[in-house]
């Protein structure tokens, strides 16, 4: 499988390798780590994405279920109101295409029903045995992320033999998966999981490696904003306040091959890919 060089989103082309894209963090949750209940009405959902898009989001992703470790798993019904209330909202009012952070194909078939584009699976499509068939079904793009565990139990599983080799075998093995399940290759984005089942060190020699996910000729997403091992390196517990660390992970994400960064401070992270991509892109 030979990596396309482009993927049109709504309209949208993604030429890959030429920019850094940005997705923007959109949650609409009571319980997110750095922002919960900040956005869980949808008409502050509203004003946050139409804030993110003015600053140069490329991709507005509504997660309705915190994935932060420990965080209590809500039911179908309540992610389905906290969703789709917002994609409604917001299908009319931004043009960028929207990506829904969810584990569940019941989610996602909704979602995209209402006007969503994307589906950005934690588990990369392992929680729902129904979801890869439900995406190819939709024919939309989907986000494969590496984990071990729940959000529960996550941080309890965090020792690897070979820390690169099995994320790399695991996102392997769930790119074959989504193929066989009927997904167009080209419509197949990974990502590493950063502090997903990662220690501080393991979310860094991620970074440092990451352009050795190349090989499994996806885009890659890197979602290291505003993270705990931001936080430890800084000495910093306060998320909000993790903005240069999240301008640093990015930067070296960039020089290290991602395609895509989820973020949520997207007018800050926007210069800082602008940057990047003049230092480390041929193509600038």
Not at 118 to 143: H, Q, R, W, Y
Not at 157 to 177: C, H, K, M, P
Request: hydrophobic share 45%; with cysteine; net charge negative.
């Amino acid at each position: 499988m030979v990596v396309q060089s482009s993927l049109v989103i709504r309209d949208r082309s993604f030429e890959w390798g030429k920019r850094t894209y940005i997705m923007g963090v959109l949650n609409v949750t009571p319980d997110s780590f750095s922002d919960g209940g900040e956005f869980d009405r949808p008409s502050a959902a509203l004003e946050q994405a139409q804030r993110l898009v003015a600053a140069g989001a490329d991709i507005i992703d509504i997660g309705g279920q915190s994935t932060r470790p420990g965080a209590i798993e809500v039911s179908v019904a309540e992610e389905l109101e906290r969703v789709l209330s917002v994609v409604q909202l917001l299908r009319p009012a931004i043009s960028v295409p929207i990506s829904v952070d969810t584990t569940r194909a019941a989610v996602a078939r909704a979602a995209i029903a209402s006007g969503a584009d994307i589906v950005n699976d934690i588990s990369g499509g392992v929680f729902d045995p129904e979801m890869l068939a439900t995406v190819a079904k939709l024919g939309v793009p989907i986000v494969l992320m590496h984990m071990r565990g729940t959000p529960q139990t996550m941080q309890q599983l965090t020792d690897y033999e070979d820390l690169i080799g099995e994320i790399y075998q695991f996102l392997e093995s769930r790119v074959a998966n989504a193929i066989a399940s009927g997904i167009d290759p080209a419509r197949i984005i990974i990502d590493p999981g950063i502090g997903f089942a990662k220690k501080y060190h393991q979310s860094i020699e991620i970074l440092r490696r990451l352009s050795e996910f190349r090989a499994l000729n996806c885009p890659i997403l890197v979602g290291a904003s505003r993270k705990s091992f931001i936080g430890h390196i800084l000495e910093q517990p306060d998320p909000k306040a993790r903005v240069w660390g999240t301008a640093a992970a990015c930067c070296g994400a960039i020089a290290n091959g991602t395609d895509i960064v989820r973020v949520h401070d997207v007018k800050e992270m926007h210069d800082v890919c602008r940057v990047a991509d003049a230092l480390f892109r041929s193509e600038v």
